[in-house]
């Protein structure tokens, strides 16, 4: 309340959709209490009805359509190769208008896969004719794809800290990854808070979380472990199997 009576204060909310009851009790605590001087804003895939968020505007963000995806291949000279060899009849801005929703960075994202196939001419024909081009629908496979281009150990690495939460104990992440010699500071999505690490959002962690072949098993695994070394103190170690 001190921090806005004589100022004007923004506050940003990401990703409310994974929000808890009292995460949302607090939120409309607070648009109810505090004055005109602070204004919140908050991303979500549920509108604020949905939430159950009060005294909230809910503005729909649309994404783009067919002129404007070829708009971004025809004028981008990152994407210039792949828009020249483009034949109408195989309707690619169809097919990444549908793959991606008009999601801009879908988009991007599938315009990039369509590049790394357009550098070799003949492998863009056969990759059509066999209908073998693969392209991501949803934010979390863009991030996904891009995080495992870091590579096996990296990406492993980066699944079991995602286990452990937003923010994780190098050593004990060595526990579920020996022998990988990942230097954790130079990963640039996540970093070094008062001798642990963390993510540095949440959407890169959720990423990790819904790509996973056996979540659940994982998360089972970290309890056990948390239950082992805690003993008798199994508190932490329930709360994480909840999780």
């Known amino acids: 309340e001190s921090s806005t009576k004589n100022t004007k204060t923004a506050w940003m909310f990401d990703d409310l959709q994974h929000a808890d009851e009292a995460s949302i009790g607090a939120i409309n605590f607070l648009s109810r209490n505090l004055d005109k001087n602070l204004l919140i804003f908050a991303t979500s895939e549920k509108s604020a009805e949905e939430l159950g968020l009060e005294n909230f505007v809910t503005i729909d963000l649309s994404g783009f359509d067919a002129k404007q995806i070829r708009e971004l291949l025809e004028h981008s000279e990152a994407h210039k190769r792949t828009y020249a060899i483009f034949d ?62 870091l590579g096996d150990e990296i990406y492993e690495t980066l699944e079991w800290a995602a286990v452990l939460g937003q923010e994780f104990d190098p050593e004990f992440l060595k526990t579920f990854v020996p022998g990988h010699k990942i230097n954790l500071e130079e990963i640039e999505i996540i970093e070094r808070v008062n001798g642990k690490f963390r993510f540095k959002d949440s959407i890169t962690m959720h990423a990790l979380i819904e790509n996973m072949d056996d979540s659940e098993g994982n998360f089972l695994k970290v309890a056990k472990t948390l239950e082992d070394l805690c003993g008798e103190e199994k508190e932490a170690a329930t709360i994480h199997e909840l999780a």
């Open 88 to 149: 109408p009849e195989d309707d690619m801005i169809g097919a990444l208008l549908e793959a991606s929703a008009g999601n801009p960075l879908v988009v991007e994202e599938n315009a990039r896969i369509l590049d790394e196939i357009a550098l070799n001419p003949t492998k863009w024909k056969e990759e059509l004719e066999s209908q073998k081009i693969e392209l991501v629908k949803s934010v979390d496979e863009v991030l996904t794809r891009r995080l495992k281009s």
